[in-house]
Nanobody
Framework: QVQLVESGGGLVQAGGSLRLSCAAS????????MGWFRQGPGKEREFVAA????????RYADSVKGRFTISRDNAKNTVYLRMTSLKPEDTAVYFC???????????????WGQGTQVTVSS
């Protein structure tokens, strides 16, 4: 069974930084696309970032471009999301996901973590 476990969320002041981690088990991590999504209070889940199986390509939502960086370490079966210059509107539950499609669409991902809360205070 595939498991994705996020960590690293917390409370941070606006302008601060956090690094989220997602540890994967149960499938050959290095052959799958990994993505980060988020769901803010009262909002639908939205795409944040994705990275190809070897880390050769990344893509980002316009709202986080230049502030967030996705990376992966296939030897550790872990994907990261480095978040800088955080804004109150970044407050959300952040989910990592694994799939076959290098896409911003959630339907391209078939396994999801349970999420980690990120709260940015103004």
């Amino acid at each position: 069974q595939v498991q994705l476990v996020e960590s690293g969320g917390g409370l941070v002041q606006a302008g601060g930084s956090l690094r989220l981690s997602c540890a994967a088990s149960g499938r050959t991590f290095g052959t799958y696309v990994m993505g980060w999504f988020r769901q803010g209070p009262g909002k639908e889940r939205e795409f944040v970032a994705a990275i190809t199986w070897n880390g050769g390509s990344t893509r980002y939502a316009d709202s986080v471009k230049g502030r967030f960086t996705i990376s992966r370490d296939n030897a550790k079966n872990t994907v990261y999301l480095r978040m800088t210059s955080l804004k109150p509107e970044d407050t959300a539950v952040y989910f990592c996901a694994s799939g076959n499609g290098y896409s911003a669409g959630s339907s391209s991902y078939d396994y999801w973590g349970q999420g980690t809360q990120v709260t940015v205070s103004s």
